[in-house]
Nanobody
Framework: QVQLVESGGGLVQSGGSLRLSCVVS????????MAWYRQPPGKEREFVAH???????NVVDSVKDRFTISRENAKNIIYLQMNSLKPEDTAVYFC??????????WGQGTQVTVSS
């Protein structure tokens, strides 16, 4: 069983910063890729960023100069540092893990609200 727990969301003013964390726990698996997605109010879930076990990164263009994804491989933790937040970044942010043998898992999500 693989479990993901996100934390770090909250309410912040426009221009502020937040750092999201996602801790992956369980046994009997190895991780290929960890990612962040978000779902704005009334919209579909969308990709934000991912990082592979080898450290390869991919960040969506709309946040590339403001968000940074990083990972502590030994602890199966990923972070999303979000700077210069805008109201349009308001969403539920989800952690996602692609394992090599057990498939894909999602966290429960953490709410990020950016006020103008």
């Amino acid at each position: 069983q693989v479990q993901l727990v996100e934390s770090g969301g909250g309410l912040v003013q426009s221009g502020g910063s937040l750092r999201l964390s996602c801790v992956v726990s369980g046994s009997g698996f190895s991780i290929h890729t960890m990612a962040w997605y978000r779902q704005p109010p009334g919209k579909e879930r969308e990709f934000v960023a991912h990082i592979t076990a080898r450290g390869n990164l991919n960040v969506v263009d709309s946040v590339k100069d403001r968000f940074t994804i990083s990972r502590e491989n030994a602890k199966n933790i990923i972070y999303l540092q979000m700077n210069s937040l805008k109201p349009e970044d308001t969403a539920v942010y989800f952690c996602n893990v692609l394992t090599r043998s057990l498939g894909v898992y999602w966290g429960q999500g953490t709410q990020v609200t950016v006020s103008s």
